[in-house]
């Protein structure tokens, strides 16, 4: 189709920012809820945009944005995630004194660099929509101006985005030198030879690996994580722990599943990648076990998630990761959800204690918060398990057992610490008087959404399977 | 009509219904729920009168495509699972009634999960896809997790923690060999399937059995439990609530006899022969140690708890004979075991709630306050010892006749459980029971209540009817327990060709061929 069809969605979405912001300034609305409300619809419009290139493709810029199904399935992923975080924070913002508008502009100007980044076959558009996105994404961390920690988490952030982006630039610059092209295809190509590609090429991709590890937190690039996702705001987070770490991911696959692991030196970047995995996964679930702050435990969890997902990047199972992140995008969304409902005025309730008899007192939340922790520890038949068992079936068929036996282990561990929240839930008597707020429909209306998204993808994934088949495809072809 | 799904999840629809029940109305959510289980358990009525005794295979198969590579919704029941199931669906009425009185707060949930814990199980027994049945098999597992960490005594939490990462630790293994399996069979036929004919077809090099045999084999072994892997278990049992206890004693406990049986023993034959002489020696172990702890015990719940482990080393020695007779008492024993112990600890509860105290020192004398109760409980020991006349005997004397036929010398060092158990439980019996009343509480025990009885009534009559007439039982199993004995000792022996080269890991290199 024309340029205009694959702009369309982004135009939406950064038109939509910027009328959020000229509404912000200009009309001072009281209550934000219009400025919610318009952001959903825009979430909506460029959903229906991209629904619409389906099976059909454009280009734009001489094929340097290109919206095929891949990134068709990712956006739509952003989008839902981008809903969420809406509905999340609708309520959740002026509770928390934290109620300004720009945030659903910036988190709209975070979804286009998502967007670019899955949209773009060449690295260095993939690096204007990772800076989108990284820009956007500091100053949502740091929202809650009064508070401390949120400035703390936003500097981190800063600093270590930073540092990543020079990784990851630099890297570019060695790759150029070895590819003579920053297309990724091109790219990858040069790793698919018989010898391995050169050193300079070797260097370069591992710079850009290092870069992508801090953004997509890969132990031991991963110090920050925790930090931010404890002081951004809880719905933030929710965005943080999917939005970019999909895109991260989408881009690494491109990447790296088709470098061979046949040759001397591009087996040793499967080799690294695959010490990578191992790592995350068990570093972040043995940290994990010490948590007594449950958003922290979220944060390592989702980290340690990152470890499957690297897995499934080494198996050359793109299917497996899609549905992996389709997956987490509930479980996920959901699990944050929950959190945000702990929560009055002024007020959160993140520590372990504080979730003493919640289960008792109120059933609907703790069996929701309960059912996605379950699905997180990835117990059939919940999502979470399925998402599991492709992944790690793909990777023993491809022979990384001894991988699959350490994500199997991690696996044991993580149902310890989220089950723990759960014996706090349900088994133990509460210390302390927790009362929060229930009048939250917007937040009932993700925990049920979740709930569904983690049942039917566990349950009855058939034609999703299929809608992800037809996407590799195009990723591939 | 799909029989065999109407089973398994009629009892998940009843407790997707329960959510919206009221849930300060006692009666209403007793009734729905004792209802729905005798519904289901009238199912399996039915499902015993169609099973034709004479067909070995699977029968009232249903299978339909679900999530690809191999992933299908496969269930069907032979002479092996068929009784599991009518065991399962004949003790969650009595389960349920039984709590009537001791689970005070948040029926609803409780009923709940009870009712999700059958469909758990009541799957691990029907299914026969690979994928299915560890489904099943880890689902259960959420509902006995709950009902211990929610409705148990006091070191609960440490009890279901202990339990579910127990079983689970064994479960990811097992995992990761369904991923080796599902992987070897795709490579060795270009289709893939976990069906699990299609994979006992699959002859594999002993190096290979022997890894995956040890991965399933370590997760049936935690879930039967055997010796050493059997810690988890006193604390689950002296913990969980009664109705926990004996749901988890009577057939949660078999879901791992049943793997060795269908899963483990007919996927890996050769690592089975080489392994046999350790798995008898960790049985025999289990048996001797299980009675001798169970003898020193103070607590008559863990010394049930202790019986269980010595007597499912007998159930599992039996299962490893390898020969017909064993194979038929291993089953029977299965439920044998299921009844006595169950009644056992219905008994257990029937005390504690009476006395809320579970120490035998407390007791003494009790049969004279409480007539009815002893003469239930009496035959709940006796069957347990296996006195002739009772299903214990039965059992007991097939396992044994199998064992000796595979082995003298185990089958003199088995019939310790015999002794032991008569041990135990007469003097346990004795010491709670008889005598003069030590205990002034105790003289106002009222007797069993009507509830009670119905409760126990039921097992009573089975363990009477099972130890005279077992034909009624062994009838059905013998077609499908003979071709099982025939199938792994005529299969096809496979030797090692070559030297292996060294094994650099955990390679998935071996040779792997499909007979004709």
């Given amino acids: 189709m024309s340029d205009a069809a694959a702009l369309v969605p982004l135009l939406v979405v950064v038109g939509g920012a910027i009328l959020i912001l000229l509404l912000e300034a200009f009309w001072r609305p009281v209550d934000k809820t219009p400025l919610a409300a318009l952001a959903l619809l825009v979430a909506a419009g460029a959903g229906a945009a991209c629904a619409r290139l389906w099976g059909v493709g454009a280009s734009a810029f001489g094929g340097m944005l290109r919206l095929d199904d891949a990134a068709i399935v990712f956006t739509v992923i952003f989008l839902a995630a981008v809903a969420f975080t809406v509905l999340i924070a609708w309520k959740y913002l002026p509770r928390q004194n934290a109620d300004c508008g720009e945030f659903y502009a910036l988190l709209l100007l975070a979804l286009s660099g998502l967007m670019v980044m899955v949209s773009s076959p060449n690295l260095i558009v993939v690096v204007l929509g990772l800076e989108i996105l990284s820009v956007s994404s500091y100053a949502l961390t740091g929202l809650k101006r009064d508070d401390d920690r949120a400035s703390e988490a936003a500097i981190k952030y800063f600093l270590m985005g930073g540092f990543a982006s020079a990784f990851l630039i630099f890297g570019l610059a060695l790759l150029y030198g070895a590819a003579q092209s920053l297309d990724i295809r091109a790219v990858a190509a040069t790793f698919a030879g018989p010898d391995g590609g050169s050193l300079l090429g070797l260097a370069g991709l591992v710079l850009v690996i290092i870069g992508f590890g801090f953004k997509i937190a890969l132990v031991p690039f991963h110090m920050w994580t925790p930090d931010v996702y404890q002081g951004a705001p809880t719905p933030v987070t929710a965005f943080f722990a999917v939005g970019p770490k999909a895109a991260g991911f989408a881009v690494l696959f491109r990447l790296v599943a088709p470098v061979g692991d046949q040759a001397f030196r591009s087996a040793k970047i499967h080799a690294v990648l695959g010490i990578l995995a ?71 309730f993140h520590d372990l204690d504080d979730f003493a008899g919640i289960g008792a007192k109120y059933p609907w ?52 610490y989220y089950l723990r929240v759960v014996v706090f839930m349900y088994m133990r008597e509460p210390v302390r008087d927790v009362e929060i707020d229930v009048d939250v429909p917007a937040l009932y209306l993700v925990l049920f959404l979740c709930l569904y998204g983690v049942l039917q993808l566990g349950l009855f994934p058939g034609r999703i399977l299929i809608v992800l088949k037809r996407a590799l495809a195009s990723l591939i072809m | 009509m799909p029989l065999l799904s109407l089973i398994i999840f009629l009892p998940l629809a009843g407790a997707v219904l329960l959510i919206f029940f009221p849930r300060d109305r006692k009666g209403l959510l007793y009734g729905f729920a004792l209802a729905l289980t005798l519904v289901v358990f009238a199912a399996s009525l039915l499902l015993y009168f169609r099973f034709d005794p004479a067909a070995a295979g699977p029968q009232l ?27 399962t669906t004949f003790l969650l009425p009595i389960v349920l009634l039984s709590s009537w009185s001791y689970i005070r707060d948040r029926i609803k949930e409780y009923l709940i999960f009870m009712l999700l814990l059958e469909t758990g199980i009541l799957g691990v027994f029907l299914s026969l896809n690979l994928f299915l049945f560890y489904v099943f ?21 440490y009890a279901t923690m202990k339990f579910v990462l127990f079983t689970m630790a064994g479960s990811l293994l097992m995992l990761a060999a369904i991923f080796t399996l599902s992987s070897l069979f795709f490579k060795a036929t270009g289709t893939y399937s976990l069906n699990v004919f299609d994979q006992a077809r699959m002859v594999l090099n002993p190096r290979l059995q022997t890894w ?30 009664t109705g926990g206890s004996i749901l988890l004693a009577a057939v949660l406990l078999k879901m791992g006899s049943y793997g060795f049986l269908r899963f483990a023993i007919p996927l890996f034959p050769d690592a089975v022969e080489r392994f046999l002489p350790a798995l008898s020696i960790l049985c025999l172990i289990g048996i001797i140690y299980g009675g001798l702890m169970a003898l020193v015990q103070k607590d008559v719940k863990s010394l049930v708890a202790y019986s269980s482990v010595s007597h499912m080393g007998l159930i599992m020695l039996a299962v490893f ?25 219905l008994a257990v509860g029937i005390l504690y709630e009476r006395a809320h105290t579970r120490l035998i020192k407390d007791f003494g004398g009790v049969s004279k306050i409480m007539p009815v109760f002893s003469a239930f409980f009496l035959v709940a020991v006796l069957s347990s010892a296996g006195l002739p006349g009772l299903n214990g005997f039965i059992g007991e004397i097939t396992c044994l006749y199998g064992v000796f ?52 009534a039921p097992i009573v009559v089975l363990m009477f009817w099972m130890g005279i007439a077992p034909r009624t039982f062994t009838g059905k199993m013998d077609a499908t327990v003979t071709a099982y004995v025939q199938k792994l000792k005529g299969r096809e022996r496979v030797f090692v060709q070559k030297a292996v080269p060294p094994p650099a890991g955990f390679r998935l290199d071996a040779q792997e061929r499909l007979p004709r």
């Fill in chain 1, 278 to 348: 191992g790592l995350t996964m068990l570093v972040a679930s043995l940290t994990a076990l010490r948590q007594r702050n449950v958003k922290r435990l979220l944060a390592y969890s989702s980290i340690a998630n990152a470890g499957y997902l690297l897995v499934a990047v080494l198996a050359g199972d793109g299917v497996g990761l899609m549905f992996f992140l389709a997956v987490y995008l509930f479980m996920s969304f959901g699990a944050f959800a929950a959190l945000a409902a702990m929560s009055r005025r002024g007020e959160e």
């Fill in chain 2, 321 to 345: 004979s390898l020969n017909v007779e064993g194979t038929t008492g291993a089953i029977y024993q299965m439920l044998n075991h299921g009844l006595s112990t169950g009644a056992l600890f």
């Fill in chain 2, 61 to 87: 198969v249903e299978k339909t495509a679900w999530l690809g590579y191999g992933i299908q919704y496969h269930v069907g029941v032979d002479g092996i699972s068929l009784f599991l199931v009518l065991l």
């Fill in chain 2, 137 to 157: 098999w880890e689902a259960a597992l959420i509902p006995m997790y709950f009902l211990i960490g929610i409705w148990g005594g006091k070191r609960r939490v």
């Fill in chain 2, 405 to 456: 036929a595979a082995n003298k010398i185990y089958a003199v060092l088995a019939v310790m459980t015999v002794i032991l158990g008569a041990a135990y439980l007469l003097w346990m019996f004795q010491m709670v029971m008889q005598g003069p009343v030590t205990n002034e509480k105790i003289r106002a025990f009222p007797d069993m209540s009507l509830r009670e009885i119905a409760c126990f």
């Fill in chain 1, 365 to 416: 939340l703790g069996a929701l918060f309960a059912i996605f922790l379950i699905s997180l520890a990835g117990f059939p038949p919940l999502g979470g398990f399925l998402a599991k068992y492709y992944i790690f079936s793909a990777a023993v068929q491809k022979g990384l057992t001894p991988l699959v036996l350490v994500g199997l282990l991690a696996s044991l561990i993580s149902a310890y």
């Fill in chain 2, 212 to 241: 995956l045999f040890l991965a399933f084999g370590l997760a049936f072994a935690i879930k039967v439990p055997m010796f050493p892997f059997h810690t988890w278990l006193p604390d689950a049992h002296v913990e969980a609530p």
